[in-house]
């Protein structure tokens, strides 16, 4: 069964630097693994000290206040450093890879044949747990609790977003295997929502044990929010899981090979990349190796996924965890005089404020940081609702955090939300206020309100 989910509201931002589908080999000598990463985790216990020797699969840290979610190794060598932050928060545990691959056995098996308990201890043993997440707030999904379902994207929509079907292309008996574990753990439906406008993957359309469903409609149409929102909404009280197609790749493989195989596919965009491409590494990859001599002699920001919602990274930074884009683009340190006077026929236009949206409606953009002025009075324009398909209040609801209003926040939809799915608003702000960080703050309280 499939249907077809039209969405009418939103924004393509097209910028410069698409990755040419084309999948080189990266060779890597470090990694990391970020407790930064991963939402709610306020107090990652180390297992491991600098200098220690690992494995494939061995457990790195903890969660202090659920003890069943462990975090392993993506390579085998040596732990060679431990970075930690403000108020010594665990920030990254750097591995030297020894290029070995030497990995600890979990056993393979099939799980149609494993209850899902057995399933659910082989996925928090050998720490491919970590990759499934949980609506609201975002956290590592909870193994003591079943959700009302399971959503994957089987695509992206946000700007120079990789191509998921080339990731998945070929695997398609890796990924039915993470989809039969993850049936296992739900009493309701997985549901697969794919891209209207091209055509899937038949790794995507072949699937078993999902219900599919097409979403035709610019960008936020590839965030599992927006698709949660349109398929099976979620109400106080409710909580639904959700992955990506890479995550569920892994599964698949830990139940057939048995051991944990973080294999990512990555894509170098943007418009200070020289030559964009998909890379094949690991989970927590540095950049150095993929970024050197590759990118054009700027100030650049580095980021960890796309220019939406991804991280501010070192030139010499590591992807973060769940992330399969790396995006180059210049910064935006300088001020422009009277810039929003000037015709702008090369300029980035939202509304018809500048020449290039009536002359140049398709074309690219080379776009920076830059966000062109500062935090003025916040007023009512109209402005998010046209950038987020979703049957809410969105300025309500981000004053309502403000004001830090816990019943006003459930009654105008926090419980849906999530950071990227305001991420548009953000960009398109005429009051230049940070609506993610906001959206965050009031997920975190209503997180902190429940528990």
Same mark, same amino acid.
């Given at each position: ?14 910028? *410069? ?10 060779? $890597? ?11 709610? %985790? ?40 431990? *970075?930690?932050?403000? =108020? ?15 990995? /600890? ?12 308990? @057995? /399933? ?9 747990? +970590? #990759? ?19 959503? /994957? ?8 977003? !990789? ?17 039969? +574990? ?15 406008? $091209? *055509? ?6 072949? $699937?078993?044990?999902?219900? %599919? ?6 960008? !936020?149409?590839?965030?599992? #929010? ?25 599964? #698949? ?9 973080? @294999?990512? /596919? ?18 927590? +990859? ?13 100030? %650049? &920001? ?8 991804? =991280? =501010?990274? &070192? ?28 015709? #702008? ?31 003025? +009075? ?10 987020? !398909? ?8 981000? =004053? ?11 009654? %105008? ?39």
């Amino acid at each position: 069964m499939s249907d077809t989910i039209k969405l009418r509201r939103g924004l393509d931002i097209k910028l *410069k630097g698409e990755a040419e589908k084309v999948v080189v080999p990266l060779r $890597s000598r470090k990694f990391a693994l970020k407790p930064t990463d991963f939402v709610g %985790l306020r107090y990652a216990k180390l297992l491991v000290h600098e200098g220690d020797e690992v494995k494939v699969g061995t457990q790195l840290c903890y969660d202090k206040y659920r003890e069943n979610i462990r975090f392993t190794s993506p390579v085998s060598g040596k732990v060679v450093g431990i *970075k930690r932050g403000h =108020k010594r928060i665990l920030e990254e545990i750097q591995i030297e890879s020894d290029e070995k691959g030497e990995s /600890i056995d979990f056993g393979a098996a099939d799980p149609n044949s494993l209850s899902a308990e @057995e /399933i659910t201890k082989k996925l928090l043993d050998s720490g491919v747990w +970590a #990759g499934i997440r949980q609506r609201p707030y975002s956290t590592v999904a909870d193994p003591e609790t079943k959700p009302k379902a399971i959503f /994957i994207s089987g695509f992206d929509s946000a700007p120079l977003a !990789p191509d998921q079907d080339l990731i998945v292309h070929g695997r398609g008996k890796e990924f039915q295997a993470g989809l039969d +574990a993850l049936a296992k753990l739900t009493d309701g439906k997985i549901h697969l929502s794919l891209d209207a406008k $091209s *055509k899937p993957s038949q790794v995507f359309t072949n $699937s078993k044990n999902v219900e %599919l469903h097409y979403i035709d409609g610019p960008h !936020p149409a590839g965030n599992v #929010g927006i698709q949660i929102h349109h398929i099976d909404p979620i109400n106080k009280g409710e909580t639904v899981w959700y992955t990506g197609p890479q995550q569920v790749l892994t599964i #698949g493989r830990l139940f057939l090979e048995g051991k944990y195989n973080p @294999e990512r /596919i990555v894509a170098l965009t943007g418009s200070e990349i020289k030559k964009p491409v998909y890379y094949k590494t690991t989970i927590g +990859a540095s950049i150095e190796e993929m970024v050197k001599d590759n990118t054009t002699n700027e100030a %650049l &920001r580095y980021i960890s996924g796309d220019v939406l919602t991804g =991280k =501010k990274i &070192r030139k010499d930074g590591y992807i973060s965890y769940y992330d399969d884009q790396v995006t180059v683009i210049p910064e935006g340190n300088y001020y422009e005089f009277f810039g929003w006077a000037k015709p #702008g026929l090369n300029k980035f236009s939202v509304s018809r404020t500048f020449l290039s949206k009536w002359f140049k409606p398709n074309q690219t953009y080379r776009l920076d940081t830059n966000i062109h002025g500062g935090e003025r +009075a916040y007023v009512m324009t109209g402005q998010y609702e046209s950038v987020i !398909p979703m049957d809410i209040y969105p300025v309500m609801l981000v =004053k309502s955090i403000m004001f830090e209003d816990i019943d006003l926040m459930e009654n %105008l939809g926090i419980y849906e939300v999530d950071e990227e799915d305001f991420a548009l608003a953000e960009v398109i702000c005429t009051s230049k206020i940070n609506v993610q960080e906001v959206i965050r703050k009031g997920l975190d309280l209503i997180r902190a309100e429940m528990s």
